[in-house]
């Protein structure tokens, strides 16, 4: 158990906290290999035929293959199943791959799992199509790495092939839920009060942990470093069913 209320947990597996027992760099998308299968490699090709190009908020997606059934396309709250391989964009070396557990990954759009550039550069995808999403670091992990494969400041690149969509429902709105003031912008007080109050078997030492857990979530979130998060930098649910933020 992550110790925090299941509607709200998804968004904090991602951080680097040790708090716990969240371990960083877990999308939930991405397992980690424990035993990899070499009989099946996808190196990156960089010669592949790009059938189109477009941005995406800041991720340069490439459509190498456009979809088989477009009558439903990924939206946030979808669960969707794909095959993807992550390559540093200044080596294209892979550092992770779903062939790696030897099966497609199941995850859900739009709940905080992922790095903010894949979160962006899924929307919208067909079952069939497959992506090459070019993700700067901004939109990864950031200047802090993610402490495993990931080194500080690296763009990613990412193939993506989506093999089945199954229709869910919109996350709930977390970044309303932080946003206590309605600034549209988080607070290190607003995050800490936000942890402590919906944290079911969190264990502290003192304010000083907190203080800590908070500073390594603002670390990958406040991207432009002026001590609050707002709705550009927050990688959460921040659109409910009601909502037009």
């Given at each position: 158990?992550?110790?925090?209320?299941?509607?709200?947990?998804?968004?904090?597996?991602?951080?680097?906290?040790?708090?716990?027992?969240m371990k960083?760099?877990?999308?939930?998308?991405?397992?980690?290999?424990?035993?990899?299968?070499?009989?099946?490699?996808?190196?990156?090709?960089?010669?592949?035929?790009?059938?189109?190009?477009?941005?995406?908020?800041?991720?340069?997606?490439e459509v190498?293959?456009?979809?088989?059934?477009?009558?439903?396309?990924?939206?946030?709250?979808?669960?969707?199943?794909?095959?993807?391989?992550?390559?540093?964009?200044?080596?294209?070396?892979?550092?992770?791959?779903?062939?790696?557990?030897?099966?497609?990954?199941?995850?859900?759009?739009?709940?905080?799992?992922?790095?903010?550039?894949?979160?962006?550069?899924?929307?919208?995808?067909?079952?069939?199509?497959?992506?090459?999403?070019?993700?700067?670091?901004?939109?990864?992990?950031?200047?802090?790495?993610?402490?495993?494969?990931?080194?500080?400041?690296?763009?990613?690149?990412?193939?993506?092939?989506?093999?089945?969509?199954?229709?869910?429902?919109?996350?709930?709105?977390?970044?309303?839920?932080?946003?206590?003031?309605?600034?549209?912008?988080?607070?290190?007080?607003?995050?800490?009060?936000?942890?402590?109050?919906?944290?079911?078997?969190?264990?502290?030492?003192?304010?000083?942990?907190?203080?800590?857990?908070?500073?390594?979530?603002?670390?990958?979130?406040?991207?432009?470093?002026?001590?609050?998060?707002?709705?550009?930098?927050?990688?959460?649910?921040?659109?409910?069913?009601?909502?037009?933020?």
């Open positions: 158990s992550s110790g925090i209320n299941a509607e709200y947990g998804n968004y904090f597996t991602k951080f680097n906290l040790s708090w716990n027992k960083y760099g877990v999308f939930l998308l991405f397992l980690a290999c424990v035993y990899c299968n070499d009989s099946e490699t996808y190196e990156y090709n960089a010669a592949e035929e790009v059938v189109y190009t477009f941005d995406m908020q800041g991720v340069k997606v190498l293959k456009r979809g088989e059934d477009c009558t439903k396309k990924a939206e946030d709250g979808d669960m969707l199943t794909a095959e993807f391989h992550g390559f540093l964009e200044n080596s294209f070396e892979r550092f992770e791959s779903s062939h790696d557990t030897g099966k497609p990954s199941s995850f859900k759009l739009g709940h905080g799992y992922m790095i903010k550039g894949l979160e962006r550069g899924l929307q919208n995808m067909c079952v069939g199509e497959k992506r090459r999403l070019h993700i700067p670091a901004v939109l990864a992990y950031g200047k802090i790495g993610d402490s495993k494969n990931v080194p500080p400041g690296a763009d990613l690149i990412y193939d993506v092939e989506v093999v089945h969509i199954q229709k869910g429902t919109i996350p709930p709105n977390i970044f309303a839920k932080i946003d206590t003031n309605g600034d549209k912008q988080i607070s290190k007080d607003e995050m800490a009060n936000f942890i402590l109050e919906t944290g079911r078997t969190v264990t502290l030492r003192g304010v000083s942990e907190i203080n800590d857990v908070v500073d390594e979530i603002f670390k990958l979130e406040d991207t432009d470093e002026n001590g609050f998060v707002d709705m550009s930098e927050f990688s959460g649910p921040k659109k409910g069913k009601h909502d037009e933020l």
